[in-house]
């Protein structure tokens, strides 16, 4: 900078000896090149001195892009500009005598590129995978998609817009979600009776998602992505026995398990509103039978744990209920065909006869007479409700 006198007062005033305007350049330009895009003026003139132009894009990596007339000021660039790549230049320049000597500056240069729209949306968070719960109330969020634009975001180049081109299956309504086009936030638009897990051709939705710039012009680029949507199930199914009555026949004495008992139940498989639990609610006062559940068939496993006497009950009625790990929904309630009945017949075993007492201790003196009573034995059979005879 130098000083000037201006004015009848002859008041100091500083003037800048250099005049270096912003300049500002478009991305992707074709060549030729060198191309001019802007000049540094002295106000002295520029005879004797010469025009000295440095920093990044200069004499810093990347080297050579800008350079600059040493006689004139003119300004041009050597090749074609990346915003993405650095959106922003701060050079420096500086007028220097013919020995090199600064005689003017350094000044400030600011060179910006201007963004063209090139980089198309992109979805780089994937896979987008979202839950809602079956029956859920209309305008539910089930997610949110996001896209991601290299572009200048002040600009409409980076403004992005999302719609849903396609979603699969169509049924059992072609529209069963919406994306929010400014904030991407996928919701339902469906009643909650139509989020029927049970009743849907599929649990899993596929929703092709479009991102465009220029706001969703008809000259925006775009890109895609697919957001996956699972159907989660809730309990509003109360497993069911698939008969009311279960025959089982055990050998007395014999443990292990007698019956199976099957179920059904619409929720979704290997849940906690599938999954079976059963208790034994009447018929077994004695604790002789458990019942548990098969883990990959769900049925129930009735055993005996305690052997059955044929002898003090031919017959036992027990009376299941099956219910799930997970709790029912506060509308819905286990029915009559959440029990059932088992009816079990014990099979009678011939048990040998038994003496009484035993053992038995005899005492007599030596030289008894032969044919001498020595003992009476005495002997039952538990078999009671059989006619037979101890010999």
């Known amino acids: 900078e130098i000083l000037k006198l201006e004015g009848n007062l002859g008041i100091p005033r500083q003037k800048r000896a250099i005049l270096a305007t912003p300049i500002l350049i478009p991305e992707n330009q074709r060549p030729p090149f060198p191309r001019l895009v802007g000049k540094v003026i002295r106000s002295e003139g520029t005879e004797g001195v010469k025009f000295r132009l440095s920093g990044r894009g200069v004499d810093q990596d990347p080297k050579g892009i800008f350079r600059i007339n040493e006689m004139n000021g003119d300004v041009s660039v050597t090749r074609t500009l ?22 003017d500056g350094p000044v400030r240069l600011d060179v910006s590129v201007i963004d063209q729209n090139d980089n198309r949306p992109m979805f780089k968070e994937g896979p987008y ?25 002040s600009t409409d180049n980076a403004l992005l817009r999302y719609n849903i081109l396609r979603q699969t299956p169509t049924k059992p309504s072609p529209n069963m979600f919406y994306i929010d086009p400014e904030k991407g936030d996928i919701v339902t638009v469906v009643s909650p009776a139509l989020l029927d897990r049970e009743t849907m051709e599929s649990p899993k939705y596929e929703l092709v998602i ?7 012009m008809d000259v925006g680029l775009t890109g895609t992505a697919t957001a996956t949507i699972l159907i989660d199930d809730k309990n509003d199914h109360p ?87 997970d709790p029912l929904i506060p509308d819905i309630a286990y029915g009559p065909s959440s029990t059932a009945t088992v009816q079990i017949t014990v099979e009678d075993v011939n048990e040998g006869p038994m003496f009484h007492p035993n053992p038995m201790a005899v005492t007599k003196q030596e030289n008894i007479p032969v044919g001498s009573m020595v003992l009476t034995l005495n002997a039952t059979d538990p078999d009671t409700l059989q006619h037979q005879t101890i010999r």
């Open 210 to 216: 479009e991102a465009k710039d220029m706001g969703g």
């Open 129 to 153: 995978v979202g839950h809602v719960m079956e029956g859920s109330a209309t305008g539910t969020t089930v997610m949110r998609m996001a896209a991601f634009d290299a572009d200048d975001a």
């Open 82 to 103: 990346d915003r993405e790549a650095i959106a922003n230049y701060e050079l420096e320049v500086e007028v220097v005598d013919m020995n090199g000597k600064t005689v």
């Open 239 to 325: 497993p069911e026995f698939t008969k009311k009555e279960f025959q089982a026949t055990v050998k007395e004495g014999v443990t292990g398990v007698i019956v199976n008992l099957t179920v059904g139940d619409r929720d979704d498989p290997a849940t906690g509103a599938w999954r079976a639990v059963y208790s034994i609610i009447n018929g077994n006062p004695g604790q002789s039978f458990e019942i548990h559940t098969n883990p990959q068939t769900n049925e129930g496993m009735l055993s005996v744990v305690k052997p059955l006497d044929y002898e003090i009950s031919a017959f036992h009625t027990l009376l299941i209920k099956v219910e799930n790990e």
